[in-house]
């Protein structure tokens, strides 16, 4: 089993865009004018308390928001154009910013399958063995909330358990769910715990993020709001991504559904910013359009492409972070789901996007975590990986002395220039199979999935947990035992 | 079955340029410094002749050629930099150069294979078959050579037989072989007799072309020096494509690969503009790099994603048009040959690549003309084409009407702006299928790959052969049967 060494991953070349700056231009006023003139709803009575305070035109009654957009200009000014997001091991530390670009785990799918399970309610069992394989592949930086969703735990301590499971199983960076504010609150202390640091280190050093999502068209609900503000409030990392489905929930044409997606960022923006100056905000791009036949949203289409990249001449606009996706309609972990994934992944990385959330494992528009889809999508984010390394120019590698000796009509087999280079010249697949068809068939003429089969299992067998202090895990092991003990945090 | 009309297609993106304007000089430095130094061997005694007559220093005995630096910027400056391919039907006719790009089927495959019949060698039924399915397919501007090979036609006449076949079944440009000079000459006639022109106005309107590869690393050989040279005479389009397998037929560092792979399109230039000044040629990227397992190449690599970019960078400093292709290694039409396919398309587009050879249908490495990857690869490309047409930013896209009309928490299905546009405003997926899963389940829970299977057979039962005048006709078959009677063009 080949795999790429753990490595944090530059974007050196210029992001594709698809629009001018003045069309930038007209879609940051149009969502000026959405904001000013129709408003926002938030469901949420301290967030209405947070927006008056910060000057903005607020109907208690109606939860509706009006901001202006010198407001919006005093939020920009505070969000951090880079940050860093920190694991309990430190050599897994993840900047998001600049033309840093990381890569994340499928989150929130409520099923999980794989080729011999089929497809099942999500559950504990599922979510700690993709956590494992997440551990395991070393082209995934961070994990995505929940994958799948475990249901089988009881939802006011799942929480709890899911991080104790992320915290215990792995060693990289992690999600939080926002749902109550002490969910939050939970992660944060688990977290400092693992970390082995001081609350103040952790209000320092953001430890863990989240990933909001707006009710489009035009509203924010409690849970999000109470994301956003106690995100905000325990300085980690928000994402902001409204999810503003074409034709469904936003306009049916591009620019109007990005202008709208646009004005609900800004609004969390501007609640994050009201909250505490300086908290760290990534802008979330997640702009599909609907099928007008199923209703069903349509992953990796042309409309998509277009929108990854806009998004991320939007976030650049305004100098921050920006996420973007690897997503999927397709119900099989088939040759459907590899094309529509390449397209969303060159459309998030060539729009600089710094977090890809769902980088492996997503399948069927996000209703399923795919065991035999991580492997796949491994193999393209490794891909993209070391096709971002530079290719140095220079006398050896011009190798005019090995064309020379070689000479008309030769072979480099066994050219010095290719002796001393053969074993590191070239990207060594994970689950591409090149040998010959008479040797692919003599091996079983197993397709890509069948074979990504085989590998997550080879890699579910040499999992090894990452160390942790035996004093940390009893503390964890305490406080989980405590909260849980307390009732957890219930939906309320 | 749905599919985007026949369109031509632009590429309006900044192409993605990996090395800078120095280091392709050197890269180019490197060539002329082989061309000079080490020259090239030259397999034909007429093609020395032509490479003495424009001054190169020629060994007849050695059979080997050096081109000083002086001949190289002669031949470049008479290379045009766009052309037009045409086509029987003026509205098929291809423009390369500048911005445009065109998509190509797969080329040269020995085999053949489909889910129902499994791999079989080449045979004119398929042949034909695969004819039809390119005519049929709205995304395909033009014929590669043969795919299959139909080896079941006698050799001697395999190319009157295989033309007669592209010019009835189909009325998109063709691909002549360049095997002997008497193939171009007879495909000369026949596409002349199909487009009902002068024998002028064929030299001054291309109507085929072919490509020619060299015999790296540093020998043309005969059947490749006659293409060069009987294409120029008859002022067609030839594409010089060096296929330099990086580490076995060229050195194993892509710097050194794309010099040498330079060096021998070079030659074949000056060759070419020797013999007729001004006469269309495409510089052809064809740099994998050899498995050092299997002695395989590998497409859709990192190292073939960049050398796709830095073949296009060559290509715009010499102001020739660019081709690139769509390449895989994958045994199957499964997510290998979709993930490397799609890999090996941006590479090839964002190089700006004016011909994509082998654009849909290549499987094996190769080896395989597949008709299921024919429905795969033309949906990618679809998505391609249409992600290149510009996204629109005015009042009416920007939808602030359809926004103040739903208001927060609404929708937008029934908005007078939605349903003013649904009909058009995405983009119809050819095979993505993306019902939800039950919908699917269903519906046999078929694979992609599968209904790509129920696609092409859809295509070609309801696939009409393009008009042709019967006189026309009559003249055509009247020339194969007269020169088949004369036993065709032997291979020597």
Redesign the interface.
């Known amino acids: 089993m080949h795999q790429r060494p753990w490595r944090l991953t530059r974007n050196p070349?210029?992001p594709?865009?698809?629009?001018s700056a003045d069309?930038i231009e007209?879609?940051h006023q149009?969502s000026l004018?959405?904001l000013e003139?129709?408003?926002?709803?938030i469901m949420l009575p301290e967030a209405l308390a947070v927006f008056r305070q910060a000057g903005a035109d607020v109907d208690d009654g109606l939860q509706?928001v009006r901001i202006e957009r010198g407001l919006i200009d005093k939020a920009l000014a505070t969000t951090p154009t880079q940050f860093t997001l920190h694991a309990r091991n430190p050599e897994r530390h993840v900047p998001f910013g600049g033309n840093w670009t990381a890569f994340g785990t499928v989150g929130g799918a409520p099923n999980v399958s794989d080729l011999d399970g089929g497809?099942r309610p999500g559950n504990y069992r599922d979510f700690c063995e993709l956590i494992k394989l997440s551990q395991s592949l070393n082209v995934v930086h961070f994990h995505c909330g929940y994958a799948p969703e475990p249901i089988d735990i009881d939802v006011a301590i799942r929480h709890l358990v899911a991080t104790q499971a992320y915290l215990t199983l792995s060693d990289k960076a992690i999600f939080s769910f926002t749902f109550t504010p002490q969910r939050m609150q939970d992660t944060f202390e688990m977290v400092r715990i693992a970390r082995g640091v001081s609350a103040e280190t952790m209000m320092r050093e953001p430890s863990f993020y989240s990933i909001v999502n707006t009710?489009s068209?035009?509203?924010i609900d409690r849970p999000m709001l109470w994301g956003i503000i106690e995100m905000a409030r325990l300085n980690q990392i928000l994402c902001v991504t409204p999810f503003t489905l074409?034709?469904?929930?936003?306009?049916?044409?591009?620019?109007?559904?990005l202008?709208?997606a646009n004005a609900e960022a800004l609004a969390a923006i501007v609640l994050s910013q009201s909250v505490r100056p300086g908290a760290p905000v990534i802008y979330g791009g997640f702009t599909p359009?609907v099928?007008?036949?199923?209703g069903?949203p349509?992953f990796?289409?042309?409309?998509y492409?277009?929108s990854a990249l806009?998004g991320g001449q939007m976030a650049r606009r305004y100098r921050l972070p920006y996420r973007s996706s690897n997503v999927n309609?397709?119900?099989?972990?088939?040759?459907?789901?590899?094309?529509?994934?390449?397209?969303s992944i060159?459309g998030a990385l060539?729009g600089h996007c710094n977090m890809l959330a769902h980088g492996v494992g997503w399948l069927?528009g996000g209703?399923?975590a795919s065991y035999e889809k991580y492997i796949?999508d491994a193999?393209?984010l490794q891909?993209?990986a070391?096709?971002f390394?530079?290719?140095?120019?220079?006398e050896?590698?011009?190798?005019?002395d090995?064309?020379?000796e070689?000479?008309?009509?030769?072979?480099?087999?066994g050219?010095k220039?290719?002796l001393e280079?053969?074993?590191t010249?070239?990207?060594t697949?994970l689950?591409?199979?090149?040998?010959?068809?008479q040797?692919?068939?003599a091996d079983g003429?197993l397709?890509?999935?069948q074979r990504?089969n085989k590998i997550w299992k080879t890699l579910l067998a040499e999992y090894e947990p990452p160390a942790m202090d035996p004093a940390v895990r009893e503390e964890l092991d305490a406080f989980v035992e405590r909260r849980t003990r307390e009732g957890g945090a219930p939906i309320p």
């Open positions: 070349y210029p594709i865009e698809p629009l069309e007209s879609i149009a004018t959405i003139e129709m408003g926002i709803r509706h497809r009710n068209p035009l509203v074409a034709g469904a929930m936003a306009p049916i044409t591009l620019p109007g559904a202008a709208q359009n099928d007008m036949r199923s069903a349509a990796g289409t042309p409309e492409i277009k806009i309609s397709s119900n099989a972990p088939d040759a459907q789901s590899a094309y529509e994934g390449a397209m060159w060539m069927e209703l399923v796949i193999e393209m891909t993209m070391a096709f390394e530079p290719e140095k120019v220079d050896g590698t011009l190798a005019l090995a064309i020379r070689v000479g008309p009509g030769g072979h480099f087999f050219a220039h290719t280079r053969y074993e010249a070239f990207y697949p689950l591409s199979d090149w040998r010959t068809y040797q692919w068939s003429a397709s890509a999935t990504a």
